[in-house]
């Protein structure tokens, strides 16, 4: 948030929170029926509210100045990305041959043909191995 912004707001909350002490003498004034006291509060009263009214326009102006700024920053960091120039990587043929016999002979790895992978073991809550194929949970019993 810039200055300019901060400086707004909280002058705008101020003379709006200042504003408060005229408008009630001018309740006060209304209710003795003092007519120039009550001139003499709405006048403070309508100062305060102008002085509001001016720090607020002076936050907007903050706020679209702080808009702008991120615009712009966004504008040249898209320029800057742009401009970069960039690395390129360029595998070899030898590299390509490698990557291939190496992802050829994992896929054949493994359990040889005709033979069958072995069961998963199962264990007890007391640490001890089910003997019962069929089960596929481990037991909870106590």
Known sequence: MNAK???GLMGAGLNIKIRDTPMRVYKEAEREGDLAKMERA???ANEFAGRAAQYQTRAEEGMEDELEEIREEQEEK???SANKDTDTVEVSEEGKEMLANET???QTEGIPAGEKAAEPVIYT???KTDG????HIIDRRI
């Open 125 to 127: 809550q007391s640490g």
């Open 42 to 44: 709405m006048g403070y």
């Open 132 to 135: 019962d194929p069929d089960r």
């Open 78 to 80: 898209q320029e800057d």
């Open 5 to 7: 912004t901060m400086e």
């Open 104 to 106: 050829n002979s994992k």
